[in-house]
């Protein structure tokens, strides 16, 4: 039961960084109904931000995560916003599957960067904060996984108030359900895809932060799997639904973990693409979405 | 004869001419014509799906893996048996054995095509392509975990069979077949499926049943693509079929213009020169790879080759 | 007359919401019907339930005596039900000839397998397909347009050329779904000259869904009208444009006043 209870808490923790993640490709989904191929790689440049600001503040103190964790927020959210301006912008209306070769593109481009740049060897993150280990029970806890669950709780239910509580977050919602409405009302759809942009490859950064905390071991390549299983993640709950992948990372993380303590852990990288796979056949609309049929 | 089936041979002679040439070719020109051969067949035979039939995979890779594993395997394991050591065999066993090879490598990926085409052929655009995605990925998994294909390492001392010969000729019978099965009243219909799968059904077309063929082609060529590739590096590992490889050849095809059988050639081509002709700038080169690509997309949509094309002959 | 298409309490619901409802309604060898009713009234959803887009939730909807479900959209048209689109649905990148030749697969007589070989019957198939292709682009006026791409032709014409599709597949039953959205009455006139020449020179039957009172009360034999999913009323033009009923569910519709024009 210890056992079972202790592998529920490394997959929520795992879970809420895919759902961190999801919340960006779910968002951008909403308003441009496009997959974000460059959004696992936010990820990575926000972790990897992460990783150059935890050099500058002082090791092991809570203000110094808390500067860090907002650093690579910030710059990563101008770098979303820089994509959607250069990348995806002049091509609004253009044919999916070449938004989504463009997609590709950027994605290869920021790893192939990063190779250049920061270099193809994996790099240790800097233990940025105070680190202990509660035991409860016969759980164990250690602070950092607590830090993820708690940030991570912190910007859904932040995320949450930005959709339903704001002029954007409203106008948001107008744009994702019919965006030449929301125009005719007078939003300006380009501020709020930008913002959408931004909002998504923040919590994607924090994701990168939090990942690392608990993976300590950062390469321009990290963002490929947690960005296809985050994605996958959206899907299960529900592509475009805010709520559902919230959902969809933390049933993944779960579903992930035990697998990877079970006799089938060399499989833990297929499951999530056979998660993919069986609700994509047989409720694609998510767990949380809504079925939409083309009209004839 | 029909002009398609005079090409044809005039290219099987071509190839077969390579191999005699005079002298013999330089090593490393060998190298890269191969490599060129390779990506055309993969990249004419994904133009089938993506460009002609207008559905989006991004599995390509995994069933190039198929064929890969499959051949290898009939050629490391299967074929000793049954006629002793490969080199103590003449030339024309030898090249029965390969022949064998690679068309079971080709069945083996096109029953893979058949298996994830079926049920996931109904999801439109970017869900197809995230399906194939996957399944490419969980056949990479499954490979990793197959002891008796060598697991994570890989499988390796594969037989040299694979000629230049060999690759043109196959490339040549690949599109000889895409093209004539394109270029007929029944090939009309994956484009129609492709233009409005609606439409497509309401003149009595069966858009699933196309899109099916489609996919199960394509897959059996990238096998018998992988086939030659295994037995032209003589390695092979799971990881060297990842989505990154998917990723290539769908470039190729839509940078020769998605559906545009001459485009594809030539960007097949152009692709597998160009990081031999960026070697000089090495690590820059994939950063300007990728650069390209978005540029591509931004400034000629269409595709890097589509003119406004003359129409297929009737 | 011998009946061709029958619809027998043809229901289907989306939801809480009865889209078509117990819907009795039959086309005869040879005939012109018309489907009218206001909008939203359920009239292309019939079409959709005809064609196999949509499966009826209950009733019984046959074709020559056959009952039509579960054979899918391609097997229905197989049997000889064709239809057009409210909204055109041509294969855009396509040529004329080659929209035409798409729709001739179902009388194809190689397989396709022969498209690989390229023998003698596969190449008479081929022309002999081309040549029935050509001919009804002549026989509409189409043959200048031949090689061009069917998105690049004017609107007219792209209503024409999906007519001619559906005429590439042998129909015995033709399905047009407001053929004449989006014309003026010159046109308007063009189309009721070009619906009685396709129903006598291929022999078939019609079934027509449409707005225009001009064109409906101008063509077609009877007339079933639809309003909120229920069939309210069936008859002569004369009959319908006299019944009350019909009167009331178009009243305050900007089509009262069409109606009472004729």
Known sequence: MAEFLQQLLNGLSLGAIYALIALGYTMVYGVLRFINFAHSDVFMVGAFIGYFAGRIVPEGTLWGGLVVLLAAMAGCAVLGMLIERLAYRPLRGAPTLNVLITAIGVSLLLEYSGQVFFGAAPRTFPAILPSANFTLGGLVLSSNQLVVIVVAVLLMIGLELIVHRTKIGMAMRAVSLNPRAAQLVGVNNDVVISFTFGLGSALAAAGGVLYALNYPSIDPLMGVMPGLKAFVAAILGGIGNIPGAALGGLLLGVVETFVNGSQWSTYKDAIAFAILIVILLFRPAGLLGRATVEKV | MPRPHVALLLALAAAYGVSHFPGGLDPYLLDVLTGIGINIILAVSLNLVNGYTGQFSLGHAGFMSVGAYLSSAVSLFVAPKLVGELSAAGEVTQGAVFLAALITGGFCAALAGLFVGVPSLRLRGDYLALVTLGFGEIIRVIFQNVEILGGALGLNAIPGSTTLTWVLAVAAVTVFVVHCLVDSTYGRGFLATRDDEIAAAAVGLNPTRYKIVAFVVAAFFAGVAGGLYAHFKLTITPTGFDFTRSIEIVVMVILGGMGNAVGVILAAVLLTVLPEVLRPIAEYRMILYSLLLVLLMLLRPQGLFNFPARRPRG | ?262
Request: aromatic share 6%; charged share 25%; hydrophobic share 40%.
């Open chain 3, 1 to 262: 007359m011998a009946e061709l298409l029958r619809l027998e309490q043809a229901t289907i619901r989306f939801g809480g919401l009865t889209a078509v409802n117990a819907v009795d309604f039959a086309v005869n060898e040879g005939e012109l019907c018309g489907l009218i009713g206001p909008n939203g009234a359920g009239k292309t959803t019939v079409f959709n339930l005809i064609t196999g887009v949509y499966a009826p939730t209950s009733g019984r909807i046959s074709f020559g005596g056959r009952d039509l479900r579960g054979l899918g959209v391609d097997g229905i048209v197989g049997l000889g039900i064709a239809r057009t689109f409210q909204n055109i649905r041509l294969f855009g990148s396509l040529s004329v000839l080659d929209n035409v030749r798409a729709a001739c697969n179902l009388h194809r007589a190689t397989a396709p397998g022969h498209a690989l070989l390229r023998l003698g019957a596969f190449r008479r198939d081929e022309a002999a397909i081309v040549a029935r292709a050509n001919e009804l682009l002549e026989i509409f006026n189409l043959g200048r347009f031949r090689d061009a791409p069917a998105r690049s032709l004017p609107y007219g014409e792209q209503r024409r050329l999906e007519i001619v599709r559906c005429l590439a597949t042998r129909p015995r039953l033709l399905l047009l779904d407001e053929p004449a959205a989006g014309m003026n009455p010159t046109e308007k006139t063009e189309l009721i000259r070009l619906i009685q020449q396709v129903r006598r020179q291929f022999n078939l039957s019609i079934l027509l869904v449409e707005h225009s009172m001009r064109v409906v009360m101008g063509c077609c034999e009877r007339i079933a009208v639809l309003d909120y999913g229920v069939k309210i009323a069936e008859g002569t033009p004369d009959q319908i444009r006299t019944d009350p009923k019909v009167i009331e569910a178009y009243l305050g519709e900007d089509h009262g006043s069409s109606l009472a024009h004729h």
